[in-house]
């Protein structure tokens, strides 16, 4: 057992290749303004990670976890992840990239870092391979029509399943219900 093997219980996972990650660099020109990654209790516009007055310490972590009593405002990972960053910027209109790789990912935002004061994202997966896709929309409706051909699109649910919904972590007991 190390680096070229894991073992959990009596699940064994062997690494053929030897411990590796990928990565790659996705550069948004002229653009400020990124979104995505969602299920993090943070901002819905990407704040930075790396560099002079970054926002937060540690990447964007894109792992499915069930975190109880959670920490606002940082970057670790929630319940599940879409490996989605959507631009939008006046000169270079609205783009993104769909980061395909189903293992753990860590995702570095860097404001200001490209010649043209855009912001770059670097992206870092713990193995698999580099499948990425652009998609290069200029207006919000042509980007999300290109990622709806990509990912598909959610249907309707059913009426009867429309309506008022309360969730809670834990209930006493009944009368604790009721009381909510």
Known sequence: EGLWEE???SHHDSKPNGPMSVGMDVQFPS???IFGLPEHASSTQLKATI???????????LYNLDVFEYELDETMALYGHVPLIVSHSEQTGTSGIFW???TET???VIEGATDNDGTLTHWISESGIIDVFLLPGSTSEQ???QYSLLTGKMPLPPMFSLGYHQCRWNYKDEQDVYQV
Not at 51 to 61: A, F, L, T, V
Request: aromatic residues 24%; glycine residues 8%; hydrophobic residues 10%.
């Open 143 to 145: 980007f999300y029509h």
């Open 51 to 61: 560099g002079e007055g970054s926002h937060y310490q540690e990447p964007y972590r």
């Open 7 to 9: 073992k959990f219980q």
């Open 100 to 102: 395909h790789n189903p």
């Open 31 to 33: 653009s400020r303004h």
């Open 106 to 108: 860590y995702v570095d």
